[in-house]
């Protein structure tokens, strides 16, 4: 089976406080993803990557940034962090089908506060 | 990017078969149309994916209009572990097209 692991299963920063959430993934998956859940709003995502040294804009990347050195880890990075980015981040891979969309592994998740 | 429409919310009871149906008006030609699955405090899990017509696996089956303008999900005599929220996405293969989530479906199943 797919294993993709986020670090923290919960985290508490303060404000203003650089912030790295780290994922990997085990098989060998060209892409991956960075989500935000919120109650009401879904999954938002903020920014993907389908090759290393390689990134892309998602729907909401301001405030963020990510780092992807190596194919296995994918990094988010919340420069400054602030009180409207807590939230359930969510990190997902997947391998391209060359046909239908892939599907998308996920982890579980980590609940970020930023007090 | 076709948007779709979603019912926010579903109640059943075990046993029953339930139908949760997703509109997508501006599908196109290319667009796929995926559900997944998402229990509170993980992360959504792929259950099916269609083109047209009828597909089925082992958890649901997904019927296409031959429109493709909406698609209906069904998960056959549910149980209290089907409790879950159910997306519904369209797109094609190209990574920076399918990945919108919208709202969602949270199916409740009752005893």
């Known amino acids: 089976d797919v294993k993709v ?26 892409n991956m993803f960075w989500y935000r859940q919120d109650p009401g709003l879904g999954l938002r995502l903020i920014y993907f990557s389908y090759d290393v040294k ?47 969309p892939e599907k998308l592994f996920f982890g579980s998740g980590t609940q970020l506060s930023v007090l | 990017l076709a948007k779709t429409t979603q019912p926010i919310s579903m109640d059943s009871y075990e046993g029953q078969e339930v139908n949760i149906t997703c509109s997508h008006n501006n599908i196109a030609t290319n667009d796929y149309i995926t559900w997944y699955q998402q229990f509170p405090s993980q992360g959504p899990r792929f259950i099916i994916q269609g083109y047209k017509t009828k597909v089925t696996n082992e958890v649901a089956s997904l019927f296409i209009p031959a429109d493709r303008k909406s698609s209906t999900l069904s998960l056959p005599r549910v149980s209290l572990s089907d409790t879950a929220v159910y997306y519904c996405l369209v797109g094609d293969d190209n ?3 399918m990945l919108t989530f919208g709202g969602g479906t949270r199916l409740m199943v009752k005893p």
Do not use: W
């Not at chain 1, 780092?67 to 420069?79: A, D, N, V």
């Open chain 1, 5 to 30: 692991t986020q670090s923290s299963r919960y985290l508490v920063k303060r404000t203003g406080e650089k912030v790295f959430l780290e994922c990997v993934q085990d098989m060998d998956h060209e």
């Open chain 1, 54 to 100: 390689m990134k892309e804009k998602g729907d909401i990347p301001e405030g963020y940034s990510v780092s992807r050195e190596k194919k296995e880890r994918f990094s988010l990075i919340l420069e400054s962090a602030s009180t409207n980015q807590t939230s359930m981040y969510l990190c997902a891979s997947s391998f391209p089908a060359g046909g239908p």
């Open chain 2, 95 to 97: 990574a920076g097209n």
